[in-house]
């Protein structure tokens, strides 16, 4: 069975600190995304990494895929209050059913 | 402009009770997804279609029986709700699954809350 382990599984900073959080298996993946999901709303896609050792940037938002694309990171700067919310990562299960796998996912707080 | 929307977006009812959770998706895609996520916010997939074909199906009790009348739409029926049942159900939508990468980005649906009394 494929697993993905998010950590941590909370996180409660103060506005403009910086964070990372981690997206860990033992498969590997062909590819690996973020998405982030606000309170009453459905999950919003981030990005997505596909290369081993692959670094993205969005804004203050920094996503790394493991070289041995089995993990993925995603590092935030200078958290800000608008950052709060629950980040998930998912990768694609086995075969060619669109079929995406889910970690725990980190509710992140980031207090003013 | 709503991509992909649900109706409706709660639903409070009794036990025992048989209820339906509609789905559109205005995008184009060609598979659509239903979505559990429970009370730890763990989002675990129930079943796609692709072009209204059933693909996946993730040992889901049979009292869950999706539909799909064309490819823009995605209904999930309950049977006989259970306690168990109540969680938020996503509705969600991709291009395809005719390969690469762009295929397997998916957007959601705003979910349904399901209450079971």
């Known amino acids: 069975t494929q697993l993905l382990e998010q950590s941590p599984q909370f996180l409660s900073i103060q506005e403009g600190e910086n964070l990372t959080v981690y997206c860990n298996s033992s498969?590997?993946?062909?590819?690996l995304q973020w998405y982030r999901q606000e309170p009453g709303e459905g999950p919003v896609l981030l990005v997505t990494?596909?290369?081993?050792?692959e670094v993205k940037k969005l804004k203050r938002l920094t996503f790394q895929f493991g070289d041995a694309r089995k993990d993925s990171s995603l590092h935030i700067t200078a958290a800000q209050p608008g950052d709060t919310g629950l980040y998930l990562c998912?990768?694609?299960?086995?075969?060619?059913?669109?079929?995406?796998?889910f970690g725990q996912g980190t509710t992140l707080q980031v207090k003013p | 402009d709503t991509a992909v929307s649900q109706t409706p977006k709660y639903l409070v009812t009794q036990m025992g009770n048989d209820k339906s959770i509609k789905c559109e998706q205005n995008l184009g895609h060609d598979t659509m997804y239903w979505y559990k996520q429970d009370s730890k916010k763990f989002l675990k997939i129930m079943f796609s279609?692709?072009?209204?074909?059933?693909?996946i199906n993730e040992t889901v009790p049979n009292r869950f029986s999706p539909k799909s009348p064309d490819k823009a739409h995605l209904n999930l029926h309950i049977n006989s709700l259970e306690l168990g049942d109540s969680a938020v159900y996503f509705c969600a939508s991709s291009l395809g699954l005719a390969g690469g990468l762009s295929y397997n980005e998916q957007f959601f649906g705003p979910g349904t809350r399901l209450t079971v009394l």
């Open positions: 990494v596909v290369t081993g050792g």
């Open positions: 498969s590997v993946f062909s590819s």
């Open positions: 998912a990768a694609a299960g086995a075969g060619n059913t669109g079929k995406l796998i």
């Open positions: 279609y692709n072009n209204k074909e059933l693909i």
